[in-house]
């Protein structure tokens, strides 16, 4: 009972770029938002960016002017386009979704969201 599917995971040199996508499952009938959590080695969780439907964004400080969350909630898919990466991206970045309304003090609480992905393996290259 897979909910959310990531995909777009891999290997690339600093300096480049990866596009990362996510879809919900249609058992999911509402999407407030969506967004994406990331486990660096020897670090806690954070969130790096997140989406609402009327396309409010949030951003870690660290990836700002970098990263591009998209979405799509009528097809219940979600993209973060990486650009310029950098070692300290590498991590397990995990697709997030609330059904729910989130004021933005709590979107990067990792207890605001209903769905968790299984993550995909982001690493960057000297």
């Known amino acids: 009972q897979v909910q959310l599917v990531e995909s777009g995971g891999g290997l690339v040199q600093a300096g480049g770029s990866l596009g990362l996508s996510c879809v919900a499952s249609?058992?999911?009938?509402?999407?407030?938002?969506m967004g994406w959590y990331r486990r660096a080695p020897g670090k806690q969780r954070e969130l790096v960016a997140a989406i609402t439907r009327a396309g409010l964004t949030n951003y870690a400080d660290s990836v700002k002017g970098r990263f591009t969350i998209s979405r799509d909630f009528a097809k219940k898919s979600m993209s973060l386009q990486m650009n310029s990466l950098k070692p300290e991206d590498t991590g397990v970045y995990y697709c997030?979704?609330?059904?729910?309304?989130?004021?933005?003090?709590?979107?990067?609480?990792?207890?605001?969201?209903?769905?968790w992905g299984q993550g995909t393996q982001v690493t960057v290259s000297s």
């Open positions: 997030v979704l609330s059904r729910e309304y989130l004021p933005i003090p709590e979107f990067a609480n990792w207890n605001s969201y209903d769905y």
């Open positions: 249609r058992s999911i009938s509402s999407i407030y938002a």
